[in-house]
């Protein structure tokens, strides 16, 4: 796929790992903006060692990043999806820099940890590249609606909100190889949002893993996860996160529950790309309303514009918002099961961003 934009040059989506999130995810929204004229069509290059056969008409495989870079028109015109496991990245990035690449989509988590991220960011800032982070709930349609309804005062003051993300995964639980914790697999989305809806600084109150238990077999940390959290720094507004990820529930949620001084909205967010529609209703006040939802689309569609030139990059993929969502996470995870409280968390204050709670 070449996408084209009057008297720019055009830019080139390369998918680097080409397994569940890099064919299903990345190059289905490619896909779909290509259908609706938002993206002209075209094939994507795609660079994973182990896709090279069997790939749909319009993914061009090549076997390595510096055939992928030599491929474009020029080497900043290539947008490259990191979709491959996470331990890759650092290295990937590295080359592909070295090459000349200066444009990058990566998949969540940046890196294992804070610290890597923080290497991983500053390696693409060093080289002048620009790099946006998965931000998949600040891009939701969902989430545009309910801060239209925050700013316009709906359900008065913010003083608390709630997410849970539910799902049985039991059968990938127990032979999944790139998680340990259940604070890896959701949570790292319900925080992102969370600190997308309610800001920074945010402090981590408590937080607790659990395992995943069968009859005959048990995964330690694997089963969920919950992390409590308080924004605002000393003296600031206070609003509490409660953010829970069951995976072994029976059914498939993502809710979101925010509490006002004057009311309440719940929303659901899409349970998978293949029906994507949310709902939302302002409690005692309207019936629900159902949304058309995809975010990940419009995720990859504003970083394009963005990268043309032709928008701001797209919320929620402030790196320092990322950067604030992991530490989070690290504490979390350091912290082990049934924590107290434990850690606070300030994005720096150019890019701090007080969130609509
Ligand atoms: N699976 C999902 O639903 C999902 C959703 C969102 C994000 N993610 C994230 O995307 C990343 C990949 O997950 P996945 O589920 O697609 O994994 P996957 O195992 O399905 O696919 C990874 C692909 O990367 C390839 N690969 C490995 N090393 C590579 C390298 N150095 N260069 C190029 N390709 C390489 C592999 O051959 C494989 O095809 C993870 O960080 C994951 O957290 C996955």
Not at 5 to 27: C, E, K, M, Q
Not at 35 to 51: I, S, Y
Not at 286 to 297: C, G, K, M, W
Request: with cysteine; net charge positive.
């Amino acid at each position: 796929m070449t996408v084209r934009h009057p008297g720019r040059p055009p830019l080139v989506p390369v998918i680097v790992g080409y397994g569940r999130a890099g064919r299903d995810l990345h190059h289905h929204s490619l896909r779909t903006l290509a259908e609706k004229g938002a993206l002209p069509t075209g094939q994507v290059l795609v660079v994973d060692p182990a896709r090279r056969d069997g790939l749909p008409h319009d993914a061009r495989w090549v076997p390595d990043l510096a055939t992928a870079v030599a491929a474009l028109p020029e080497p900043d015109r290539g947008v490259f999806h990191l979709t491959m496991p996470v331990d890759q990245r650092l290295q990937t990035l590295r080359e592909l820099l070295a090459a000349g690449a200066r444009r990058f989509i990566v998949e969540k988590p940046l890196a294992r940890s804070a610290a890597q991220a923080r290497q991983l960011l500053a390696l693409a800032d060093s080289a002048g590249a620009e790099l946006i982070p998965m931000s998949v709930w600040p891009s939701s349609a969902v989430t545009k609606e309910l801060v239209g309804l925050l700013r316009a005062g709906r359900v008065g003051r913010p003083r608390s909100l709630r997410i849970e993300q539910h799902k049985p995964r039991f059968r990938r639980g127990l032979d999944d190889a790139a998680h340990s914790s259940a604070l890896q697999i959701e949570m790292p989305h319900q925080v992102l949002l969370a600190l997308h809806l309610c800001g920074t600084p945010c402090r981590l109150s408590a937080s607790d893993v659990w395992p995943l238990t069968l009859p005959d077999v048990r995964r330690p940390a694997l089963g969920g996860a919950r992390i409590d959290l308080v924004h605002g720094g000393p003296g600031g507004e206070g609003v509490t996160s409660t953010l829970v990820s069951d995976l072994t529930s029976p059914v498939r949620m993502r809710r979101l529950r925010l509490t006002g001084t004057e009311g309440e909205i719940v929303a659901h967010y899409p349970t998978g790309g293949d029906d994507p529609y949310g709902q939302l209703r302002v409690m005692g006040q309207e019936s629900r309303r159902v949304i058309p939802d995809a975010p990940l689309t419009r995720l990859i569609e504003d970083a394009y514009r963005s990268y043309l030139g032709d928008g701001p990059r797209p919320p929620g993929t402030d790196p320092a918002l990322h950067l604030a969502a992991m530490d989070l996470l690290d504490a979390a995870g350091a912290a082990g099961p049934k924590a107290g409280a434990v850690m606070e968390t300030t994005v720096p204050h150019r890019s701090r961003k007080t969130g609509s709670c």
